[in-house]
């Protein structure tokens, strides 16, 4: 006979196995400091990346101004600017990239660890069941 309780909980094992839990029982076969660590160094090579991108589009857009006043222009303090601006924006999405990393981390950990205790309920729900089974045939094995 089918148990209600545990088919239900069975469909719910499974729905987050492959939907919801997918994302966090990734996330939680790594430590905190890898998972965080594997974050930033993604978001500092997008960083660079998208960086770099703007600051082209910025110079295509002006590249008249640029072509006109070059032979007029001190560059050291406009490649200071550049610099300062590339680690002044790396410094914030890092802090971001950060904060959003532990977020998730500790939420895939919660969200597992409920997973697991949801695993745990189950199996003891099939040891019942089978220990049950167990004593009615040694209760027949008397007789």
Do not use: H
């Not at 032979?71 to 999405?93: E, H, K, M, R």
């Not at 802090?95 to 205790?117: D, F, H, M, N, P």
């Amino acid at each position: 006979m089918i148990d209600e309780k545990r088919l239900r909980l069975m469909i719910r094992l499974a729905r987050y196995e492959q939907k919801d839990g997918k994302e966090d029982l990734r996330i939680s076969r790594y430590f905190r400091r890898d998972y965080v660590g594997a974050a930033l160094l993604k978001n500092f090579f997008l960083a660079t990346i998208a960086y770099v991108l703007i600051l082209l589009l910025i110079v295509i857009g002006n590249l008249d101004l640029l072509m006109d006043s070059l032979s007029d222009w001190n560059l050291q303090p406009i490649i200071a600017a550049v610099i300062l601006g590339y680690l002044f924006t790396l410094g914030i999405y890092s802090v971001i990239t950060y904060t959003l990393a532990r977020l998730r981390y500790a939420r895939a950990q919660k969200s597992v660890r409920a997973y697991g205790e949801r695993l745990e309920l189950l199996e003891q729900m099939y040891s019942r069941e089978d220990g049950g089974d167990d004593q009615k045939k040694s209760r027949r094995r008397k007789r």
